[in-house]
């Protein structure tokens, strides 16, 4: 298996959660900054509309793409930073090169937030509540 670098392990962490941003993320990295529309993502991977525009409002919050002024629902690969690109493109190698290493990685952090949501919930059924008045 791959070594994977800590910071493509803190990019899949903190702004790809998803394999459906990932593969977002790499598609729009290969149309080379072209605008895509949502339409035309979604039908690439075989997925919802709704489901693509949802993933591309997170990475756009996470400074991965930028959408098109003017509500024409389309977006491009824009990362803010030239770190960011570079560990885009590293994480494309790596996931060309080693698929599964990338998953696992991916499986990891999503059992991560699912205990840490857990553990909050459990958390929260024990504080103690004002009484609503009524």
């Given at each position: ?5 800590a ?46 525009r ?11 793409v ?44 999503a ?24």
């Amino acid at each position: 298996m791959a070594e994977v670098p800590a910071s493509i392990r803190d990019l899949l962490r903190d702004r790809i959660e998803t394999y459906e941003s990932l593969e977002l993320v790499l598609m729009l990295r290969k149309n080379g900054g072209a605008w895509s529309s949502e339409t035309s993502l979604a039908n690439a991977l075989g997925i919802p509309t709704s489901a693509v525009r949802e993933e591309l409002m997170m990475l756009c919050e996470r400074e991965l793409v930028e959408p098109r002024e003017g509500g024409a629902h389309e977006v491009r690969y824009a990362p803010r930073t030239p770190a960011l690109d570079d560990d885009v493109r590293t994480l494309a190698a790596l996931y060309d090169e080693d698929r599964l290493a990338i998953v696992q990685i991916m499986n990891e952090n999503a059992i991560r937030r699912v205990r840490t949501f857990a553990a909050r919930t459990f958390a929260d059924a024990f504080l103690i509540r004002k009484k609503k008045n009524g």
